[in-house]
């Protein structure tokens, strides 16, 4: 074989060896054609692009093209005939600029940046098309109205399916209409922002990660026209507007509330909720996963109750921007980005809810003030933050189990946020404020502050001053951190707190630092003046209990009774305040029942109420007591 004939068949075996790679690693074979424009004169650029039109109204597709296609006339339809249009990762598809009624049809769009791209245009038609594979976005119209986007495959875009709005800024788009698309393995399906009143008819949303979002600054931008014949996983969209006491259908895929009142969601499995100027509505009982917005409130979504739902795989779980008074409680809220974040929102409650294997736990970001984080579970949260405070201020965050997180709490120019019974427990770094002295980590004495896994102070004193004879349960120096920040008074081990019940309208918790096991807590005022639970911690060894008991619910006269495995502890602190006393005492440890005698516990009834219930009690007696009379035989019978 001569050298030619040997070159030759190299390039041949070249070529057909990076065709090969390129199918099995499915990356297309891109020759570059460069840009091509339909101009406004109806010229084709450049004239040997492979299309073809006799009247520069219809321009047909006659073989695939590799790059971007600009359309500068209106009036006219391209028609793809089945080709590929298909570029290499960037630039747009088609891409349109102050046109009007151009219909793109039939035509296998992919590997752009942006699929179709439309920007101040009007009565266009994206209709029948294949817009797959873009690195942003597959479809994106930005301050057009009054088009059609209908009957498209919109697939695997790693971004948005369909876009609309403008991408950072102004641009809404309003009045269009989107029907029977299958959008497919999106990241979102549809992004809507700052546009209203588009109409959205037969929809399919299948296996995209996030679905249907909507973001804006009015009341109009969340108004749309989206019946039931759009679906979520083969289950209807219920977006309801300016609706009353009603509950959403159990088929629901997902939900949006918007202008509505005393709604309930209960017991659904969702792709993602939405409420917009809705108040008063209970979120409970649902599974919501795979969406970017788990439930997420705005424009004045107030006095909503979200609990005992299953919150997961989410990019935020849940999300408050600008709403106050909502409550955020027993959820179970896992595997998200962020399982809670509120921005700009105030005078919310976060209490009882486990939070738990997300990125980052609970976010307050922005002016997000006067909100009350207590009682929850918040561990192994594995990025960042535990609970992160940035720019908010005149928070509470008491109650807390802040558990394996890289930073415990993270505090960032906020102030007066006031931090305590919480247990800080090996967190990377459990605690940490920048920029700001004003935030308290404890509630004074004896109440205490935190507890810190790594505190490595000692109980031998009390007082508080901690220059006292005598242990109290709190570390006698306190627990610094970051600059001036520091728990003037650690606590000694884990703090508990228990349900003591409601009276008189007044809830009660009864509250335990212990190095012990507790459980079992039981508190009955009508068996008696006392409390009851078990404590449980490894034989040989030392425990101890500090109870806090209010004052309104158990108290004594001359002295308390406390038993310990049936044992009477003569040796106990007492240390009260004005609301509260404070137990403090020591037993060897094992498994044993601790039993706190008072002498008096408050009333199972209000005392206004009693002097009505003991007339009602009086007269049931009378009367029960006539009914069993005998009665007097009559004289006349017996004549």
Same mark, same amino acid.
């Given at each position: ?192 922002? &700052? ?178 984080? &207590? ?17 908010? &201020? ?67 004193? &009390? ?177």
């Amino acid at each position: 074989m001569s050298r030619k004939a040997v070159l030759v068949f190299g390039v041949w075996a070249f070529l057909l060896l990076v065709a090969a790679f390129s199918v099995v690693l499915n990356v297309p074979v891109v020759s570059a054609s460069g840009t091509i424009y339909i101009r406004a004169d109806g010229s084709i650029e450049p004239p040997t692009a492979p299309i073809s039109t006799v009247d520069n109204i219809t321009y047909t597709f006659t073989d695939n093209i590799y790059d971007e296609v600009v359309i500068e006339r209106s009036n006219i339809i391209i028609d793809g005939n089945g080709y590929a249009l298909q570029g290499s990762g960037s630039g747009n598809g088609f891409y349109l600029y102050g046109v009007n009624n151009v219909t793109i049809k039939k035509t296998n769009i992919e590997y752009f940046h942006y699929g179709v791209q439309i920007r101040w245009g009007s009565n266009n038609t994206i209709s029948g098309n294949n817009i797959t594979n873009s690195s942003d976005l597959g479809v994106w119209l930005e301050g057009s109205n009054y088009n059609t986007i209908s009957e498209n495959n919109i697939t695997n875009n790693n971004n948005v399916g369909l876009y609309l709005g403008g991408y950072l800024g102004p641009g809404g788009s309003s009045y269009n209409i989107i029907s029977g698309n299958n959008i497919t393995k999106n990241r979102y399906s549809f992004y809507l922002s &700052s546009s209203s009143y588009n109409e959205f008819k037969n929809n399919s949303m299948v296996d995209n990660f996030y679905n249907f979002d909507i973001s804006g600054s009015a009341l109009s931008h969340f108004v749309q026209d989206v019946d039931t014949s759009n679906t979520v996983e083969g289950k209807p969209v219920y977006y309801w507007i300016n609706r009353r006491n009603m509950e959403v259908p159990l088929d629901a895929g997902y939900v949006a509330l918007v202008n509505s009142t005393n709604i309930t969601v209960k017991g659904l499995e969702l792709k993602g909720i939405l409420l917009a100027y809705t108040t008063d509505s209970q979120i409970t009982n649902n599974n919501i996963t795979n969406s970017f917005f788990g439930v997420k409130l705005r424009l004045s979504s107030k006095n909503n109750t979200i609990s005992r739902n299953n919150i997961t795989d989410n990019s935020r779980g849940v999300d408050l921007s600008v709403q106050h008074n909502n409550t955020i409680s027993r959820n179970t809220i896992a595997k998200n980005e962020w399982g809670i974040y509120l921005s700009g929102a105030s005078y919310n409650t976060i209490s009882g809810n486990i939070i738990t294997e997300n990125a980052n736990g609970v976010g307050l970001g922005m002016y997000s003030n006067n909100n009350t984080i &207590s009682g929850n579970n918040i561990t192994d949260n594995y990025d960042r933050y535990g609970l992160y405070l940035y720019y908010s &201020s005149n928070n509470t965050v008491f109650g807390n189990t802040i558990a394996n997180n890289n930073y415990g709490l993270m505090g960032w120019v906020g102030d007066n946020n006031k931090i305590y019974h919480n247990n800080f427990i090996d967190n990377t770094s459990p605690g940490f404020a920048v920029n700001s002295d004003t935030n308290t980590w404890d509630n004074g004495y004896p109440s205490g502050g935190n507890y810190w896994s790594n505190y490595a102070g000692v109980d031998v004193k &009390s007082g508080p001053n901690q220059d006292q004879t005598g242990s109290d349960g709190i570390g006698d120096t306190p627990q610094t951190f970051s600059g001036p920040n520091e728990d003037k008074y650690p606590l000694m081990d884990l703090f508990n707190t228990f349900d003591a019940g409601t009276w008189n309208g007044m809830s009660y918790s009864v509250d335990v630092v212990s190095n012990s096991t507790v459980s079992d807590f039981y508190f009955n005022p009508s068996e008696g003046a006392f409390i009851r639970f078990n404590v449980t911690g490894k034989s040989g060894t030392n425990g101890f209990c500090r109870v806090t008991i209010p004052k309104s619910l158990l108290w004594v006269e001359d002295g308390w009774t406390i038993l310990v495995g049936g044992t009477p502890i003569a040796n106990y602190t007492i240390i009260p305040d004005e609301n509260y006393t404070y137990l403090y005492f020591t037993y060897n440890h094992s498994t044993k029942t601790v039993v706190i005698q008072g002498t008096h516990v408050i009333p199972e009834f209000p005392p206004a109420l009693i002097p009505p219930i003991l007339i009602a009690l009086t007269l049931i007696t009378i009367i029960q007591t006539k009914s069993k009379t005998p009665k007097k035989p009559d004289r006349k019978t017996h004549l």
